[in-house]
């Protein structure tokens, strides 16, 4: 349902650029990461990965292991004891989500599926007695040939053994005979390898047990959902965990769900019943922690000699894990983009031999848009038509895909803006033809979208006698500012300045909170926030006419408005702070308590709710030394209302640098022999630095979406990474002529 949408004012705190009020914790290192968390008599475990990639674990041998000094137990099938397959429960709507993308317990059986997976876990009194021991530890194996075969796409079953039969995503009209039919059209193949997320904090979980409940200090995404999953695991009720992630070194949704070393770490405090610390290396990162899959996509699109679409078919396939069904959403933003009367999209899994995928920043539009927006560009150039032209030519007056209507849409607006302000219209069109400093210069865009979801979510907002105030929400801030919004949305209703405002997050003690995980975490608290603080308001005004002497005596509450931190009768005169109402009716807070609902996965929908952007990238292209950079961005946005434009730009800006990445750099590469990711470090998992990091610009077009909550703000984390690859890979097509459907980009394939 649309929300009521607020009153129109002009904002004191909320649209304004703040510096984050958990800054300096972190500067100053007072910030506490899960890793971070020491408790006495606490034990470190290493856990133990296979060796192959495919066959089956014959034998175990620790008795070496055993024996070393500080050793306290090493697990495996054997002594582990009973952990619990996780019964999903995929419905976002309240607290009880349980979402895992590796479902198989830990040691669950002896077959071997990926290089990586865990067979044994070495417990001792230090970190560097564990690992030494972790290396004693001896397995042998019946190995199989693992399949980490790259190609993907068969577009029928039988090509490859492991592949599941295609299905229709979405369709209207005749694609294949419109396609067909086609007076100019583009039928072209794109492959993007397998991407790791290697945040800066590692994966990390300190269980403690107290003979009756789990308290876990987590590297997590999602405290709530996180709690579900490990009661189950653990075969215990919910209520006999809690779990507490008050910072995150970032997590970009590999610590989206809970991994095997979590439920280790839980079965290990238990046996021994002392705290244990686990904490993944680089390399298990790479191994048994999520990535993002590879993902092969054909894209075929039909137009008229004007321009227009008639006919795009998109069929694509991502790689899985042998027992889990990742997909990789490739088509997501497909079916509503653009307007063509004919349409279908097409999705494949194929299984191979590696640990299972995961959501990764922008999972689905973002791999998807790679395609789509290139495809677009070499239609543009098959037509002889600018880029920007042929997008707007086509763009749809309503979502085509359900035939409801946008609940706002300003992506024209987009493209004009950062067209002007890119300096667009000085772009020559001939490949090579723009030159500066003696170098080629090359210019490329594309079109971004990302989805706009609220997820449920629950909150307190206190109102204290000392005139500050309280907002507390089991949800977490991963890095990208949750701590600094809701301080910000909480002092625009109660009138008074954010560091007023304590803000307690990240532990399940507190009122069930939304994920981390899909640009919706803003967009779902900010109406259980409000909601909360207009009810601790009505509380207010309830005490307010009680009190002899004051203006409020017997009148009404809705005779009372509140604003700038005061009450006041509607008729006029003078206000009173909320601290003075407070003291005089001897109250030392009034609490309100708000909720959102989830409008994620809704079937009835009455508007299509999306977020949307233009990417801008200039490339300069040196082939006397093999030197291609990208030089200059600029990404203009249209997410409703930005609560703080400073760490939106940041979000948007770390985005780009990113998708420098994935165009350039990153690609996770297997050992076709053992089935082991062979770059597993970032010595050889190449990553943008700020060496890489191009002069960039970000612009935010300021049109609040109401229908999604009262403030009018969607999600931004995801699709600043939207279209950026595209946009670069167009650029390094007009500079060079060469077009690149396989990322990364190699300076070896350019100077071919």
């Not at 609560?643 to 350039?664: C, D, S, Y």
Request: with cysteine; hydrophobic share 40%; charged share 25%.
């Amino acid at each position: 349902m649309p929300q009521t949408k607020e009153k129109e004012k002009s904002y004191t705190v909320v649209g304004r650029g703040r510096a984050r009020v958990d800054g300096p914790l972190k500067v100053t290192g007072r910030a506490m990461y899960a890793s971070d968390h020491n408790f006495p008599g606490m034990l470190y475990a290493v856990p133990i990965g296979a060796t192959i990639g495919s066959g089956k674990l014959e034998s175990v041998d620790t008795s070496v292991a055993e024996q070393m000094p500080g050793v306290r137990a090493v697990y495996q099938r054997a002594n582990i004891g009973k952990l619990f397959k996780v019964s999903l429960n995929e419905d976002f709507s309240g607290p009880g989500l349980a979402m895992v993308d590796e479902n198989r317990p830990p040691f669950h059986d002896d077959v071997i599926r990926y290089y990586g997976q865990y067979i044994a876990v070495v417990v001792a009194n230090s970190f560097e007695q564990a690992k030494a021991a972790a290396a004693k530890v001896k397995a042998t194996y019946k190995t199989e040939k693992p399949n980490v075969r790259a190609e993907l796409l068969s577009g029928k079953k039988g090509y490859d053994s492991s592949a599941e039969e295609m299905k229709v995503e979405s369709e209207r009209g005749n694609a294949e005979k419109a396609f067909g039919s086609a007076e100019k059209k583009v039928d072209v193949t794109y492959y993007l390898p397998p991407e790791t997320h290697v945040p800066i904090e590692l994966h990390a979980t300190v269980a403690v047990w107290d003979g009756d409940t789990y308290t876990l200090y987590e590297s997590t995404q999602s405290i709530v959902n996180h709690r579900s999953v490990m009661a189950q695991m653990l075969g215990v009720p919910i209520e006999k965990v809690r779990v507490i992630s008050q910072f995150l070194g970032s997590g970009f949704g590999g610590k989206l769900w809970p991994w095997p070393h979590d439920a280790l770490a839980c079965a290990a405090a238990r046996h021994l019943n002392r705290p244990v610390k686990l904490v993944l290396s680089r390399p298990q990162t790479f191994e048994s922690a999520g990535h993002r899959p590879a993902c092969e996509q054909r894209l075929r699109i039909g137009a008229s000699n004007d321009g227009k679409f008639n006919s795009i078919i998109h069929d694509y396939a991502n790689h899985t894990s042998i027992l889990d069904d990742y997909e990789e959403n490739c088509g997501e933003a497909t079916p509503f983009l653009y307007g063509t009367p004919n349409l279908r999209v097409t999705s494949q899994l194929v299984r191979r031999n590696v640990g299972t995928p995961t959501s990764m920043r922008g999972p689905g539009a973002v791999p998807g848009l790679f395609a789509l927006e290139c495809a677009v560009d070499e239609l543009a150039i098959a037509l002889e038509m600018d880029p920007i032209e042929l997008r707007i030519k086509n763009e749809p007056k309503l979502d085509e895909s359900k035939t409801i209507p946008f609940s706002s849409r300003h992506l024209i607006e987009c493209y004009k803006t950062g067209a002007k302000k890119f300096g667009w219209s000085k772009r020559t069109p001939d490949v090579g033809s723009m030159k500066r400093d003696g170098m080629t210069i090359g210019w490329g865009m594309a079109g971004a979208t990302w989805m706009a979801a609220r997820l449920a979510a629950a909150a307190t907002v206190e109102m204290r006698d000392d005139g500050s105030a309280r907002v507390a929400c089991a949800t977490q801030d991963i890095g990208t500012g949750t701590y600094t919004v809701l301080a910000a949305v909480t002092a625009e209703k109660l009138g008074i300045t954010p560091h007023r405002v304590q803000v307690d997050l990240g532990d399940t003690k507190l009122p069930p909170g939304p994920l981390s995980g899909g640009s919706m975490a803003t967009a779902s608290v900010i109406p259980a926030v409000s909601e909360a603080a207009d009810k601790a308001i009505e509380i207010l005004k309830n005490d307010a006419v009680s009190l002899e002497g004051s203006q409020f005596y017997k009148k009404e509450p809705d005779e009372i408005e509140f604003r700038e931190g005061k009450l006041f009768l509607k008729s006029g005169g003078e206000g009173m702070p909320f601290a003075d109402i407070l003291k005089k009716a001897s109250r030392r807070t009034v609490v309100g308590q708000g909720r959102s609902e989830s409008t994620f996965g809704a079937k009835e929908k009455t508007v299509s709710m999306h977020s949307y952007g233009a990417q801008f990238a200039e490339v300069t292209w040196e082939p006397e030394i093999a030197r291609l950079r990208v030089s200059r961005g600029l990404t203009v946005i249209d997410a409703g209302r930005i609560i703080n434009p400073l760490a939106g730009r940041n979000q948007v800006e770390g985005a780009f640098v990113m998708g420098i990445g994935m165009a350039l750099l990153e690609e996770v590469q297997y050992d076709q022999r053992w089935g082991s990711p062979i770059n597993n470090n970032l010595a050889d998992y190449i990553v943008a630095t700020n060496a890489d990091h191009a002069d960039h610009e970000v612009i935010f077009l300021d049109y609040p979406d109401y229908a999604l909550n009262p403030m009018g703000a969607r999600g931004i984390g995801e699709i600043g990474l939207a279209g950026v690859a595209a946009a670069i890979c167009n650029a390094v097509y007009h500079a060079t002529g060469k077009r690149f459907r396989r990322l990364p980009i190699k300076i070896e394939d350019l100077i071919a």
